[in-house]
């Protein structure tokens, strides 16, 4: 069974940009795994610190409005790997899942932690490049011309351990309808 994780899709990270694009695939991949009956699990990076954008006790940590509808399964996490110290092993092996899709914030974070861990775990991996985002850019690297999903994408590619694709890809090689 397949099971898709949606990574830190929380107020305090989407209000930083406009990520209109990312959160509508997201929602469609959500909905195609709904339909298929696939679970989805919800991850929310909980902060200590006030003055974070995730921190525990704002609204700036709720799961973003556009999606909250659908999370039935929610796992809190403190971490960028969506497994350490968490129940989500645990959850995946009781629903029988052995392929994980990745989507979500931060990619270069977050989302690329919990694919490598993933991997670590046995599970293939897949990881749906076009359905990430950042709220990070070149300026924060200082890396002029960098494309962070794109750099991301290539390294995991490179491994040739986690399958990276884009959307066009996804819909292809998973037959996806369109759903919107």
């Known amino acids: 069974m397949r099971a898709l994780l949606v990574i830190d899709v929380q107020n ?3 209000e930083k940009g406009n990520f209109q694009k990312e959160l509508s695939l997201i929602e469609r991949t959500i909905k195609e795994f709904q339909i298929n009956g696939d679970p989805v699990i919800f991850m929310k990076h909980l902060d200590e610190e006030e003055q974070s954008p995730l921190y525990r006790n704002s609204d700036s940590s709720d799961l973003h409005s556009s999606l909250e509808k659908y999370a039935k399964h929610i796992i809190e996490k403190q971490t960028p790997s969506s497994f350490f110290n968490t129940d989500l092993s645990s959850l995946l092996e009781g629903m029988g899942v ?3 899709f990745i989507s979500g ?3 270069e974070y977050c989302c690329m932690f919990t694919a490598i861990a993933a991997f670590d775990r046995g599970y293939k991996v897949t990881f749906l490049e076009d359905a990430t985002a950042t709220v990070n850019s070149e300026e924060t690297y200082e890396m002029k011309g ?6 991301v994408g290539s390294v995991l590619y490179s491994s040739n ?3 990276v694709l884009d959307d066009e ?4 090689q998973y037959k996806v309808n369109n759903l919107n």
């Open 146 to 151: 960098l494309d962070i999903n794109d750099f």
């Open 105 to 107: 914030f931060n990619t």
């Open 169 to 172: 890809e996804y819909v292809e």
């Open 12 to 14: 305090g990270l989407v």
């Open 98 to 100: 052995s392929h994980i």
């Open 161 to 163: 351990v986690i399958e």
